[in-house]
């Protein structure tokens, strides 16, 4: 099994500039699931949504092509792809030719489909969109829609996950709203190195404390995880302390290695949010 102290993280990596699908690095989404209590079926939806700005190759006649690639991993892949190797696997492409985008969209979500569903059996898709120059005006820049909880001028003193600040009114009529926060941090479960995002926390049911949401919220910041796992952590620490009847936790993390990764989580069935990057990516 592969763990993420194995991964190149932190150490020194040779650049390949040749093609080469073996230095994508999966690592298994169960172990930190099981710290979350999740030993079975997981009880959300949702998918990874990468954005790679570093993508080149060459023509059959040896002239550069730069793309933007946007990729979807399920959530239900039983591997996450570490991004180091992502970021490894996609420089990778620098210097080989091929015939044509098609061609390297074809490996792309061949080589990550077979990595994030490795060694279980299994089969499934990745999904990968290549945006050409043509298309590069047309991405937009959004802010995450909700509640500012970032208006609270409230007092933090923790700043290591903290889920018992979390409070909900269980005696009063539901409510239904989006909230969001431009102050989670947190940091790379192997390096350290800060890991900066946004989140949005969309629910129904007992009304959530929104200063305690904060507090919460901000407790992530000395706190070592990969992006992924923070939102299956919140997820999971939401359902558990506020119990809303429907919850969905979506976070836009700042991009590294010219990567953003943006894990979305919900618990019932939905669309995926439309990959828009924020002002800070």
């Given at each position: 099994?592969n763990s993420?102290e194995?991964?190149?993280?932190g150490?020194?990596?040779?650049?390949?500039?040749?093609?080469d699908?073996?230095?994508?690095y999966?690592?298994p989404r169960?172990a930190?699931?099981e710290?979350?209590?999740?030993?079975?079926?997981?009880?959300?939806f949702g998918?990874?949504?990468?954005t790679a700005?570093e993508?080149?190759w060459?023509?059959?006649?040896?002239r550069?092509?730069v793309?933007?690639?946007?990729v979807?991993?399920p959530?239900?892949?039983?591997n996450?792809?570490e991004?180091?190797s992502?970021?490894?696997?996609l420089?990778?492409f620098?210097?080989?030719?091929?015939?044509?985008?098609?061609?390297?969209l074809a490996?792309v979500?061949?080589?990550l489909?077979e990595?994030a569903w490795r060694?279980s059996?299994r089969t499934?898709?990745?999904?990968?969109r290549l945006?050409?120059?043509e298309l590069?005006d047309q991405?937009q820049?959004?802010?995450l829609?909700?509640?500012?909880l970032?208006r609270?001028d409230?007092?933090c003193?923790?700043y290591t996950?903290?889920?018992d600040l979390?409070?909900?009114?269980?005696d009063?009529?539901?409510?239904e709203?989006?909230?969001?926060?431009?102050?989670?941090?947190s940091?790379?479960?192997?390096t350290g190195?800060?890991?900066?995002?946004?989140?949005?926390i969309?629910y129904?049911?007992?009304?959530i404390?929104h200063g305690?949401?904060?507090r919460y919220?901000?407790s992530?910041?000395?706190?070592?995880?990969?992006?992924?796992?923070?939102v299956e952590?919140i997820?999971?620490?939401i359902?558990?302390h506020?119990?809303?009847?429907?919850l969905?936790?979506?976070a836009?993390?700042?991009?590294?290695g010219?990567l953003?990764i943006n894990p979305y989580?919900t618990?019932?069935p939905?669309?995926l949010?439309?990959?828009?990057?924020?002002?800070?990516q």
């Amino acid at each position: 099994m592969n763990s993420p102290e194995q991964s190149l993280l932190g150490k020194p990596a040779p650049y390949r500039d040749q093609y080469d699908p073996t230095l994508l690095y999966p690592i298994p989404r169960a172990a930190k699931r099981e710290e979350l209590g999740i030993t079975a079926q997981p009880p959300f939806f949702g998918a990874d949504l990468w954005t790679a700005y570093e993508l080149s190759w060459l023509t059959p006649r040896g002239r550069p092509v730069v793309a933007i690639a946007q990729v979807t991993v399920p959530c239900e892949t039983p591997n996450l792809v570490e991004s180091k190797s992502f970021k490894l696997y996609l420089n990778s492409f620098t210097n080989s030719q091929f015939a044509s985008g098609d061609e390297v969209l074809a490996r792309v979500r061949a080589d990550l489909a077979e990595a994030a569903w490795r060694g279980s059996g299994r089969t499934g898709s990745i999904g990968v969109r290549l945006l050409l120059p043509e298309l590069f005006d047309q991405q937009q820049v959004h802010e995450l829609d909700g509640i500012n909880l970032d208006r609270l001028d409230i007092e933090c003193t923790d700043y290591t996950p903290r889920p018992d600040l979390l409070r909900a009114v269980f005696d009063e009529q539901p409510v239904e709203e989006v909230v969001v926060s431009n102050l989670l941090k947190s940091n790379c479960l192997v390096t350290g190195q800060p890991d900066w995002g946004s989140v949005q926390i969309r629910y129904a049911g007992p009304q959530i404390d929104h200063g305690q949401l904060l507090r919460y919220l901000v407790s992530f910041r000395n706190h070592n995880e990969f992006h992924e796992q923070c939102v299956e952590r919140i997820f999971m620490d939401i359902r558990r302390h506020c119990r809303p009847t429907r919850l969905a936790v979506y976070a836009r993390y700042t991009r590294r290695g010219g990567l953003d990764i943006n894990p979305y989580r919900t618990s019932h069935p939905a669309a995926l949010p439309a990959n828009v990057r924020t002002a800070r990516q």
